[in-house]
Nanobody, 123 residues
Framework: QVQLVESGGALVRPASRRILSCVVS????????VGWFRQAPGKEREAVGC???????NYAGSIRDRFYIFRDNAKNTVSLRLDNLKPEDTAVYYC?????????????????WGQGTQVTVSS
């Protein structure tokens, strides 16, 4: 059974850094790509970025250069580092499996979707 469980969300101050984790079970990270998504209050869920089976990453243009995705194959965990956080980054963050096209991960979630982890940026 495929399952992805997010953790690491918190209430943080603007300009701070936070690392979120996604523990994957049911497949290994060198088999399938994993993506991060977020949903802010009153908005549609949007893509953040993804990491492919070969380790290459792909990011949404809106958050490029502030967010960084990396993985630990031994722990089958994908992490999302959030730098220089802003109030508009407040959202529930989710991880899920994503497809790959031409060996690049695609920013479209395939599911399953977990509960997510809440990040609130406020002074």
């Amino acid at each position: 059974q495929v399952q992805l469980v997010e953790s690491g969300g918190a209430l943080v101050r603007p300009a701070s850094r936070r690392i979120l984790s996604c523990v994957v079970s049911g497949f290994t990270l060198d088999e399938y790509a994993v993506g991060w998504f977020r949903q802010a209050p009153g908005k549609e869920r949007e893509a953040v970025g993804c990491i492919g089976a070969d380790g290459r990453t792909n990011y949404a243009g809106s958050i490029r250069d502030r967010f960084y995705i990396f993985r630990d194959n031994a722990k089958n965990t994908v992490s999302l580092r959030l730098d220089n956080l802003k109030p508009e980054d407040t959202a529930v963050y989710y991880c899920t499996a994503v497809a790959e096209k031409w060996s690049v991960c695609v920013l479209e979630g395939l599911g399953p979707w977990g509960q997510g982890t809440q990040v609130t940026v406020s002074s």
